[in-house]
């Protein structure tokens, strides 16, 4: 069974940091682009990073300094690590992946999500 699975997420203080981890299974995502989504408490889903198949990175701009996207082929697994987090941080963050890359028509129909960990700020 192709599938992603979460991990790490949980509560933590403002300021402080989080790793989140996705676990792929199935088959290998190695020439697939992975990424990182998140949906807030009465908010729309949103894009936090990506990272392709040749390790180009991309972030939101309101995660851009904070959170680190990294992926391990080896492992099949990917990674967001979180620092400096803020009370609107708080979310679901979901992982996905495509053989194309993110782009505004891509990741309105992305072939793989996982089923999301929740991620709590407390300020």
């Known amino acids: 069974q192709v599938q992603l699975v979460e991990s790490g997420g949980g509560l933590v203080q403002a300021g402080g940091s989080l790793r989140l981890s996705c676990a792929a299974s199935?088959?290998?995502?190695?020439?697939?682009?992975m990424g990182w989504f998140r949906q807030g408490p009465g908010k729309e889903r949103e894009f936090v990073a990506a990272v392709s198949w040749n390790l180009i990175t991309d972030y939101a701009d309101s995660v851009k300094g904070r959170f680190t996207i990294s992926r391990d082929n080896a492992k099949n697994t990917l990674y967001l690590q979180m620092n400096s987090l803020k009370p609107e941080d708080t979310a679901v963050y979901y992982c996905?992946?495509?053989?194309?890359?993110?782009?505004?028509?891509?990741?309105?129909?992305?072939?793989?999500w996982g089923h999301g960990t929740l991620v709590t700020v407390s300020s």
């Open positions: 996905a992946v495509d053989h194309r890359p993110f782009t505004i028509a891509t990741i309105r129909a992305l072939e793989l």
């Open positions: 199935g088959r290998s995502f190695s020439t697939y682009t």
